[in-house]
């Protein structure tokens, strides 16, 4: 089954513990993105992946680390977290646009955390 | 301004009518539009694409694209309890020669379905 899978789905932690959220597609998609969902401010992009090794930040990527070292698994670290990183985390992938015209992104099932 | 928007709703539609959510966009080289369904707690889940101007429509479902207005729809007959959820527009930009994309959504459309 075509899929992203994302763990855990749900972490507490406390303030400064280094956490990692990892992310996995079997599609062999090129593209990798993480974003995550605060009420009212919709998703936000924190940061996305061209290829392997091929990383770029979104629009809050403060707080926030990546790596791309195989193309199908992309983590989301967060070194030092805090309260305001509280958050719907989601992972997506997709095929690399063609010709301007992109393609559907997949999301995964989400990750929710809660920073004390 | 905000790259894309939508009017946050609480949109209520009757059983069995059409329902209209629309948004707005703010890059005129934007060539990709995508509606996504999301259900309270849930992934969001891709509805209708569309690249070119005009309706594309798919069952129940129809996109309409203007460019020149920079605006894009989604239309929905016979709208069932089911339909209940929030839609994100979403609009991809080219921002690179080399096929680099940013995803932009809109902050989302909450829709309810009255029986």
């Known amino acids: 089954e075509a899929q992203v899978t994302q763990n855990p789905r749900y972490l507490i932690t406390v303030t400064g513990k280094k956490l990692t959220v990892t992310c996995s597609q079997n599609m062999n998609h090129e593209y990798m993105s993480w974003y995550r969902q605060d009420p009212g401010l919709g998703l936000r992009q924190i940061y996305y992946s061209m290829n392997v090794e091929v990383t770029d930040k979104g629009d809050v990527p403060e707080g926030y680390k990546v790596s791309r070292k195989e193309k199908r698994n992309f983590p989301l670290i967060l070194e030092s977290p805090s309260p305001n990183q509280t958050s719907l985390y989601f992972c997506a992938s997709s095929l690399k646009s063609r010709g301007g015209q992109s393609h559907e992104q997949y999301f995964g099932p989400g990750t929710r955390l809660t920073v004390t | 301004q905000k790259e894309v928007e939508q009017n946050s709703g609480p949109l209520s539609v009757p059983e069995g009518a059409i329902a209209s959510l629309n948004c707005t966009y703010s890059?005129?080289?934007?060539?990709?539009f995508f509606w996504y369904r999301q259900y309270s707690g849930k992934s969001p889940e891709l509805i209708m694409f569309i690249y070119s101007n005009g309706d594309k429509e798919d069952g129940r479902f129809t996109a309409q694209l203007n460019k020149a207005s920079q605006y894009v729809s989604l239309l929905i007959r016979d709208s069932q309890p089911s339909d209940s959820a929030t839609y994100l527009c979403a609009v991809n930009i080219d921002i690179s020669n080399f096929g680099n994309e940013k995803l932009t959504f809109g902050t989302g459309t909450r829709l309810t379905i009255i029986p």
């Open positions: 890059d005129r080289g934007s060539q990709s």
